[in-house]
């Protein structure tokens, strides 16, 4: 099994920045793929942002594009999100995610392991 832990959400105001955290444990040989999805309150689930363990990145949707980076230090077993120009659109629930192979990134049932959320609160 293998573990995931988000951290580093909160409540900001327009315009900030914030990066979140996600670290891995466990059975850490799993993690191939790691990416970020984020929910608002009464919306589907969104793909975000996702990075391989050898660093190629799916780009941020576009909504997020340009503001929103992906990285991952493998030797810490944690990915890392990077969010600038924050809006109130953000706001959301963001999701670690961990795939050990991976087609489509976008496709929620395509990860293994998911952890518990960090919540995202972005004020006007």
């Known amino acids: 099994q293998l573990q995931l832990a988000e951290s580093g959400g909160a409540l900001v105001q327009a315009g900030a920045s914030l990066r979140l955290s996600c670290t891995a444990s466990?059975?850490?040989?799993?993690?191939?793929?790691m990416a970020w999805f984020r929910q608002a309150p009464g919306a589907e689930s969104e793909f975000v942002t996702g990075?391989?363990?050898?660093?190629?990145?799916?780009p941020a949707t576009d909504s997020m594009k340009g503001r929103f980076t992906v990285s991952r230090d493998n030797a810490k077993n944690t990915v890392y999100l990077q969010m600038n120009s924050l809006k109130p659109e953000d706001t959301a629930v963001y999701y670690c995610?961990?795939?050990?192979?991976?087609?489509?990134?976008?496709?929620?049932?395509?990860?293994?392991?998911w952890g518990q959320g960090t919540q995202v609160t972005v004020s006007s």
């Open positions: 995610a961990v795939a050990s192979i991976i087609d489509n990134p976008r496709r929620r049932d395509e990860y293994d392991f």
């Open positions: 990075i391989t363990r050898k660093g190629t990145i799916t």
């Open positions: 466990g059975e850490t040989f799993r993690n191939n793929y």
